[in-house]
Structures are given as structure tokens and as C-alpha cells.
């Protein structure tokens, strides 16, 4: 490695890749920064929030990740004489007291709150709240940001994945080599697996975060086999079954490469049929392998198909195997393999297969997850909310665009059927305002105040909970394997029709009446009244 780059560049607790320096920001943080020093402003209390406005992928929930990752940030800031010096020459400036303050910089008089990982979240609802001095809080913008928005993405299109593909299928993530970047490859092996894979070929991800690792092989092994090389035994005894098949067309090289994979991984055997041609070939040379892996007590595996009408194909495989049970007198062995599909697959491919019909048992997604290729940026802001006592708010000609002021504490509360029915979010600084069990509260829509419901929720959960507090973590981070079962468990309290992929239901975020005042007041006050003539 690069020196300098060891210097900033480390494996975290959970071997994740993490750029541990205070300059993994932009350089209007660092501006502003000085900016706040020379103006007096930088010890001044400040409350920031991250949200997102818009829903990604055209749907209705979105996934939040990344929590642990800030978390450990957190704990490594501090910058060193280096970082110290190279700002220096980027802000040109020689302010000595400045500089001293930036080289004895901590974070023990910052709080950050965090929605749990793995948790649906709806725009609009803060999933971080950071609160400290200004010129610290200001900082930190750029970091967090990168840190939850590619994590929240991921995680919230594998769990669109899984909506489409149904719970019984196998979800494979194949995206490594096509991910942006090794940190972008490793990222997106973690958070496809929290938002609901199965698995992941990548092996360096297995390693780090314990996901479990699947593959097979590629169309350079079977091309690797010709039909002159010698015959195993076992490729042999593949070959007498095939000819009880009647697999005259079939190619001798690609039931070599299918033996031998077999003998090397007989507990693992999933063989790709399409290198030469599925139905004439590839399925023929892997029924002929399975009947020898059956008959010395191995298991039959798989199949994996690569190219192709994939529902056409998959049927068809299946029909096969059941012919050639028949016909091997197995029983209903081979009609029991398992088939893979891969190939560009996208979340409209695994909708049409379900509407088409298939015999799919799993499938490997590589490009269209890991580079979010619907949508390659989630949109989260970080936003001033409060300074000191005074709410704070950005206006914008772009209604939707406009900032709620003051800290907010969110709520989700959950009906009879225990299924989720609405978000709201209430003021932080008033105790009284929280919504209980059992009870009526008062629901407003954040932009027409006209628009009310009272909802009497069976349990309230409470969705900003503190991380980090007096320099240390107050929360302990969880594996990625909690944070895959919170994910499916609250994407279990969620409607259907909140999920689905074609004109998703809006899913109710609104704040409560002491909040829609709150924010009435201080609009009325930051807004200017225009003068025409």
C-alpha cells in the first residue's frame, strides 16, 4: 500500500475498508470552519439532521445503513500534524490558533442520534441527528453523508430484490467485478446481504463479515475440457448414463468439465449448461453427473443458467430432469436440482419471470444491485435545524425542498394487526409531546395542514436513539447478520401495497400538532413577504 495512504486507510472491527482520516470531507467544510472561527461562531450549539426527501428506485420505503460505520468514525477522529499542515496550505492560512484547535479537535462534546440499522425509513424522518458546537457539527457533513448514503442505496435495492423475487428464492450477489471500486465491491457484498441476499461470491466479504460465500465456475473451465482429452473414470461412468439418455449431441468436453468439477467439489456441484447449448447439451452432461453423484451418495447440486429465455429454459431444464428420472429409473432425484439463473438480471426481469411463469430456485444478481443502475445515488442532505434556542430553516422555491425546523424526535406507531400506519415526528424539546400507546394523537400532513388524521397506535417505537455521547459509543454495533434480520422484519410490518414496485402507496409521514405550529410560526418569520406592482 501507498504510504501515505497507510496512514489513512484502515481495516475497522468488522474488516471493513475505512478512510479514518478527518479530511475524508469537502473543502467548503473546511471553509466554513475557519469561516465560523473568524466570525465567533464556532462554539455556538447546533443541531443538524440527515434525511432524504425522496424515496429511491420511484418506491415508497427506503432501507437505513451505515450507523456502525459512523460509529467507528467517530471513535479515530482526530487530526494529525500532516492533516493539520496540508490544511494549512488548502485554506492558506497561517491563523495559529486555528491550527492549534484543529490539532487537539475531538468530538466529546458532539451527541449524534441514529435510526438502527436495518430499519425502513421514509422521507423527511431525520435518520441522524448530530448536535455540538457548529464548526464540529459542520464538519462532519461531508463524512456521514458518504457513509450512509451508498449503504442506505444498497441495502435498500437488495431488499427491492427480495420483494420481487419472493421469499422462498435464493438471492445470490455476483457483483464484485462489476462494483465501482474495491471499497464499492466490498460495500455492496455487505449491504446486499443485509438487505436480504443469501449469499455473495465475493470471498474477501465472506472473510470480513461472515456472509456466506456461493459460486460455481465459469465458461472458461467448460471450454478449458475438449472432446479429444482423456476420460476420467468418473466422466466415464457419466458417460454410460448419458447414453441412456440418448445424449448423442451432447459435448464429451463439457461432461469431462462437469465430472471433474464434481470430483474436485462433490458436496458443491452446480454445473453452468450454457457454454455450448442448454437444453442439447448442458442439461444432458449435468443429469449424466448428478445419476454418478447420486449413486455414490452425493448430492446432485444444481444447474446454472447464463444466458437465455431464463423462464423458457428453466421450465424446460425441469421437464427434462423429470424425463430423465424416468428413464434412469432415479425416482424423482434429478427432478429435485436446483437452477440458477443469472444474466443481467434487474428487479422488472425477476417481475416478468414470476408473470411468465419459471423454474427458478435461486439467482445470481451482479450489476444491476451493486451499481444501483436505477438509481446510483440515494439524496440525502444534511441539514442546520436549530442554533442555540432558535429553530432554524431553509427555504426554496421547490416546496418539497423546504426544510422543518427544530429538533425533531420520530415515532413509528404500529396498529391492532401490528403492521406500521404512520411516522410522526414531534419536538425534541418538549416532552409532552410524544405520542403513548392506546391514546389518540393528532397526525399532520407536513405541507397541508388541512390534511389530519387521529391515529390510536397498539405500540409506539421511539426511531432516533443515541450512538455516540461524551467521546465514546453508547450503542453497541451490530454484526451485519442482525442488522439482515431487522431488515426482513420490518419490511414484514409494511403493507404490500407500500412495497410493491408499479405505483407503490405513499407511506404516511407527518408531524404531530405542536410540531406543525412549531413550524407555522417560524416559516411565517423567516419567510419575506414579496412586494409586486
Known amino acids: 500500500m501507498d504510504p501515505v495512504m497507510a496512514n489513512t486507510v484502515t481495516l475497522n472491527s468488522t474488516g471493513q475498508p475505512l478512510v479514518k482520516s478527518p479530511l475524508l470531507t469537502d473543502l467548503y467544510q473546511l471553509s466554513m470552519m475557519y469561516a465560523y472561527w473568524k466570525a465567533g461562531k464556532a462554539s455556538e450549539r447546533s443541531v443538524f439532521e440527515l434525511f432524504f426527501r425522496k424515496c429511491p428506485f420511484r418506491g415508497e420505503f427506503a432501507i437505513f445503513c451505515g450507523a456502525g460505520d459512523i460509529a467507528r468514525y467517530l471513535s479515530d477522529f482526530a487530526f494529525s500534524d500532516d492533516d493539520v499542515e496540508y490544511v494549512e496550505s488548502v485554506l492558506q492560512t497561517k491563523d495559529a490558533s486555528f491550527l492549534a484547535f484543529l490539532r487537539n479537535l475531538r468530538l466529546d462534546d458532539v451527541t449524534v442520534y441514529a435510526v438502527e440499522e436495518g430499519r425502513a425509513v421514509f422521507p423527511r424522518t431525520p435518520l441522524l441527528r448530530v448536535e455540538g458546537p457548529l464548526m464540529k457539527c459542520q464538519l462532519l457533513e461531508t463524512a456521514l453523508l458518504n457513509m450512509v448514503n451508498f449503504a442506505s442505496l444498497v441495502a435498500t435495492n437488495a431488499a427491492r430484490f427480495r420483494i420481487a423475487a419472493g421469499d422462498q428464492a435464493s438471492l445470490l450477489e455476483f457483483g464484485l467485478r462489476r462494483a465501482q471500486g474495491v471499497d464499492g465491491g466490498l460495500s455492496a457484498s455487505r449491504y446486499s446481504y443485509a438487505g436480504g441476499f443469501d449469499g455473495t461470491s465475493n470471498v474477501l466479504a465472506g472473510k470480513l463479515f461472515g456472509i456466506p460465500v456461493r459460486g460455481t465456475f465459469a465458461h472458461a473451465y467448460v471450454t478449458s475440457f475438449a472432446d479429444t482429452d482423456t476420460m476420467t473414470p468418473r466422466a466415464r461412468r457419466a458417460h454410460a448414463f448419458r447414453e441412456k439418455i440418448d445424449g448423442s449431441g451432447a459435448h464429451d468436453g463439457e461432461l469431462l468439465a462437469f465430472a471433474s468439477f464434481a470430483e474436485s467439489f462433490p458436496e458443491r456441484f452446480i454445473a453452468l449448461i450454457d457454454t455450448y447449448d442448454t437444453l442439447h447439451s448442458g442439461i444432458i452432461n449435468y443429469a449424466a453427473v448428478a445419476a454418478v453423484q447420486h449413486e455414490e451418495g452425493l448430492p446432485i447440486g444444481g444447474v446454472r443458467i447464463d444466458s437465455g429465455d431464463l423462464a423458457y429454459l428453466s421450465r424446460e431444464c425441469r421437464r427434462l430432469l423429470i424425463e430423465y428420472d424416468t428413464i434412469l429409473g432415479l425416482e424423482g432425484v434429478l427432478s429435485k436440482a436446483t437452477i440458477v439463473a443469472s444474466n443481467e438480471i434487474d428487479v422488472a ?88 400507546a392506546k391514546e389518540r394523537f393528532l397526525c399532520i400532513h407536513p405541507s397541508d395542514p388541512d390534511r389530519r388524521i387521529h391515529a390510536v397506535p397498539s405500540v409506539v417505537q421511539e426511531l432516533l436513539l443515541p450512538l455516540w455521547k461524551d467521546g465514546k459509543i453508547v450503542r453497541e454495533t451490530e454484526d451485519i447478520h442482525a442488522v439482515r434480520r431487522r431488515v426482513l422484519a420490518d419490511l414484514a410490518i409494511l403493507r404490500d401495497d407500500y412495497k410493491r414496485t408499479l405505483n407503490p402507496t405513499p407511506y404516511k409521514v407527518s408531524l404531530s400538532a405542536a410540531m406543525a405550529e412549531m413550524y407555522r410560526k417560524v416559516r411565517a418569520k423567516t419567510a419575506r413577504v414579496a412586494e409586486i406592482s
Open 349 to 436: 426481469t425477476l417481475l416478468a419471470l414470476q408473470q411468465q411463469g419459471h423454474s427458478i430456485d435461486a439467482f445470481g444478481i451482479g450489476t444491476r444491485l451493486v451499481t444501483c443502475s436505477d438509481q446510483p445515488a440515494m439524496g440525502c442532505v444534511y441539514k442546520l435545524v436549530q442554533l442555540g434556542d432558535d429553530p432554524r430553516m431553509k427555504l426554496s422555491e421547490e416546496l418539497s425542498k423546504e426544510t422543518l425546523p427544530g429538533v425533531k424526535m420520530p415515532f413509528r406507531l404500529l396498529g391492532q394487526a401490528g403492521g406500521a400506519i404512520v411516522d410522526v415526528l414531534c419536538r425534541g424539546d418538549d416532552a409532552d409531546d410524544r405520542p403513548q
